[in-house]
């Protein structure tokens, strides 16, 4: 498919030293930004969010593509990689409701957008480390700004008549004065006066705050494909660096006492779970503190111990077998450590109910679980290949996504209600209050298996206050397939039904 995609870029759009397109390179720039600035602005602009922001970002990313392919003659695989997963987030907000997951879609297709940007001409993935991610999006800045500003100077030096940069200049002085001497006289004449009007309603359409949000996408992608078209690389990142090594003795120390701290605290941990603290009296734990307590502060300790054994490896010596056992020692113990953690939550969960709060949180652990490996691999390798935030972000990207597209919060309702088949508990208010409206076709499905007072509390809400929950722009380009997919299931719920509070 990507081969394909090559050749029919190849036969549309040559490499740029060998393209007669070369000498309309300004004129194309400004037409595709153009063509994106008024799409962006029409489905963008005041519509909630949905399919829209996908359409626009595959938009984007074809025309980076097309840009890229017409520069260098190629797409390398860094550009390839953040575009196509800004595409796949950037459709994650037709797939959901949840405000807070909207915003993380949003703030992480842009992103990688600015990573796509400023990883364009790099050819390898060695681009993805820490720092890319960290200053993409103020690279991302800095090269829209200038690409933007040499566009514009290239195009006001394309006048190249004696009269034509004066006139310009005459009519960029002459408007303002105009304008102002029609509002002065509006009214000492009728005529003035209805010409100043018109002109006052034109401003107030053309200074408007739509106006300055097509401005901001015409110059973004005008500045961000200019600078792409000329083949301007963004400059490497420099951090300041500090001449850190770690000695072998000091190496061995450090990973030692981690993996000893560790390892006590999983004896520790195995042991009071065993014994299980909370059934005898004069402990003071209840079972709730005895499930619940802790799993925070793991997983924060396992991101820790990750993080120093991930730095011993950058500081240290590379053929240290101690220090390189240690390290597989102290990650061996943190997953153990995780492994407590997440059972902490499960047990927790089936004894108090899910909330999202607790799926996220299991989530993460998953994260630092696959960092775990990752960097397990790398350490028994005995040479880091290098490519461990990529592989971590990669995995933390997959585990997000399917978090999105999967309609997480009917899984928690589902699992709600099947603890409430066994246990006769159900906390009726969470499901209806916290969740997003993504919870409401599991509900109106499960409603059903409920008894009173729960049946009739759940079916009270989806009668009167869920129809609320699924008011949304009908504008093709803001569908939602879970407002589409809520809204349907509450009119074969409430057909021929009336809201009625008891």
């Not at 070369?22 to 969010?49: C, E, K, Q």
């Not at 509390?457 to 997919?485: E, K």
């Amino acid at each position: 498919m990507v081969t394909l995609l090559y050749k029919v870029l190849d036969i549309i759009i040559l490499p740029m030293h060998n393209n007669p397109l070369l000498h309309y390179r300004a004129t194309i720039v400004w037409a595709l930004a153009m063509v994106l600035a008024i799409f962006g602005n029409s489905v963008l602009w005041n519509a909630d969010p949905g399919v829209n922001w996908g359409l626009w970002v595959v938009s984007v990313v074809v025309v980076l593509t097309i840009v890229t392919r017409s520069r260098y003659g190629r797409v390398d695989t860094p550009m390839v990689v953040a575009g196509t997963w800004s595409i796949v987030l950037a459709f994650g907000l037709a797939m959901t409701t949840q405000q807070e997951i909207t915003f993380l879609l949003i703030v992480a297709t842009l992103v990688l957008l600015a990573i796509a940007l400023v990883t364009t001409g790099r050819s390898s993935l060695d681009a993805f480390v820490a720092k890319t991610a960290i200053s993409a999006p103020s690279q991302a800045v800095r090269f829209v700004m200038h690409g933007a500003v040499s566009e514009l100077a290239e195009s006001s030096m394309s006048f190249r008549s004696r009269y034509a940069r004066p006139a310009i200049r005459g009519v960029f002085i002459t408007v303002p004065i105009v304008i102002v001497l029609f509002a002065v006289l509006a009214d000492a004449d009728p005529l003035f006066g209805a010409i100043g009007n018109h002109i006052t309603s034109l401003l107030a359409d053309v200074l408007s705050i739509r106006t300055a949000f097509f401005l901001l996408l015409f110059g973004t992608t005008l500045g961000a494909y200019g600078g792409v078209s000329r083949g301007v690389s963004a400059p490497p990142v420099v951090f300041p660096s500090y001449p850190v090594q770690l000695g072998g003795t000091e190496r061995r120390v450090l990973l030692l006492s981690v993996a000893s701290v560790v390892w006590l605290f999983v004896a520790s941990a195995i042991a009071s779970q065993w014994a299980d603290p909370a059934a005898r009296a004069g402990t003071g734990i209840t079972y709730a503190d005895s499930a619940r307590r802790g799993f925070g502060e793991l997983s924060i300790a396992a991101t820790l111990v990750v993080a120093v054994v991930l730095s011993a490896e950058r500081f240290g010596t590379r053929d240290d077998t101690l220090a390189r056992r240690t390290s597989l020692a102290a990650l061996a113990a943190v997953g153990v450590m995780l492994g407590i953690a997440f059972t902490r939550i499960v047990r927790y969960e089936w004894a108090y109910g899910y909330t999202m709060t607790r799926v996220y949180a299991q989530a993460y652990m998953v994260v630092v679980g696959c960092a775990l490996i990752i960097l397990a691999l790398e350490v028994a390798k005995r040479i880091p290949q290098g490519q461990f935030t990529y592989r971590t972000a990669t995995a933390a990207l997959v585990i997000f996504t399917v978090s999105v597209y999967v309609n997480t919060e009917a899984w928690v309702v589902n699992r709600n209600i099947d603890r409430y088949v066994k246990s006769g508990q159900l906390d009726v208010r969470y499901l209806t209050q916290d969740l997003s409206a993504d919870a409401i076709p599991a509900l109106v499905a499960r409603v059903g298996g409920l008894h009173d007072p729960e049946r009739r509390d759940v079916t009270m809400w989806l009668r009167c206050d869920a129809p609320r929950w699924t008011q949304h722009d009908n504008r093709w380009f803001a569908w939602n397939i879970r407002i589409s997919h809520s809204a349907q299931a509450l009119r074969a719920f409430n057909v021929g039904q009336s809201c009625v509070r008891w």
